[in-house]
């Protein structure tokens, strides 16, 4: 099946520091990737979709400046997110979709981030 | 703008039970919609994906339906397990490049 992996699973770092966090799908091509967070015990927020070659979109209400994506190539995209604090403290799920045509999005497991 | 809401909040049942999720969006134009399961502080796995052109979908113990006149979708599980205890979320896609709307989730907790 299609898998996707995230890198890394878990970080801690300072404030004001910059975390980088890759999404791989593994098996597939995915021309599109999406990125959202998820606060406890609340659903999933979409924070930008990437296309491969060109700039993310964002959503509403998210700092691009803030949230850089890059979508390098058909099976790898990045987020970073740069000077991070407190706040930013979150879980950061990224998807895929199959360039198939089914449409289906599978998830990546996952990036808990902790900003100290 | 599409919103989807799912009812209940929470469930909690011995095991054994058989289960119905609730699932309903607002705009009934939607290509397909995704039931998901979510472990805590893990990724989503997607259960099922219902076609918009189909009425149901099953996998094992699952069973998902889809009335797209209506705006509402089920997720029935039967005979529950304790290890069928996780968070439930469907999601359909809207807008551009058909990004997935989620509902807030149903969290199952099936007990011995």
């Known amino acids: 099946g299609a898998v996707v992996s995230q890198h890394p699973s878990r970080v801690i770092c300072k404030s004001g520091t910059s975390v980088k966090i890759e999404c791989r799908s593994l098996?597939?091509?995915?021309?599109?990737m999406f990125w959202y967070r998820q606060f406890p015990k609340q659903s999933l927020m979409l924070m930008a979709t990437?296309?491969?070659?060109?700039?993310?979109?964002?959503e509403q209400g998210v700092e691009k400046d803030k949230f850089l994506i890059n979508h390098a190539s058909l099976t790898l995209s990045t987020l970073t997110v740069t000077s991070a604090h407190p706040e930013d403290s979150s879980f950061y799920i990224c998807?895929?979709?199959?360039?198939?045509?089914?449409?289906?999005?599978?998830f990546g497991p996952g990036t808990r981030l902790t900003v100290l | 703008k599409q919103e989807v809401t799912q009812i209940p909040a929470a469930l909690s049942v011995p095991e054994g039970e058989n289960l119905v999720l609730n699932c309903s969006f607002t705009?009934?134009?939607?290509?397909?919609l995704q039931w998901f399961r979510q472990d805590p502080g893990k990724g989503l796995t997607s259960l099922l994906l219902?076609?918009?052109?189909?009425r149901e979908q099953t996998s094992g113990r699952l069973n998902a339906s889809l009335d797209k006149s209506s705006g509402r979708s089920t997720l029935y599980i039967a005979a529950s397990q304790p290890g069928d205890s996780a968070t439930y979320l469907c999601?359909?896609?809207?807008?551009?490049?058909?990004?997935?709307?989620f509902g807030a989730g149903t969290r199952l907790a099936v007990h011995p």
């Open positions: 990437s296309n491969e070659g060109s700039k993310a979109t964002y």
């Open positions: 219902i076609q918009s052109s189909q």
């Open positions: 998807s895929a979709r199959t360039l198939a045509g089914v449409n289906e999005q599978f």
């Open positions: 705009d009934s134009a939607i290509y397909n």
């Open positions: 098996d597939f091509q995915a021309t599109t």
């Open positions: 999601a359909v896609p809207s807008g551009g490049y058909n990004k997935l709307i």
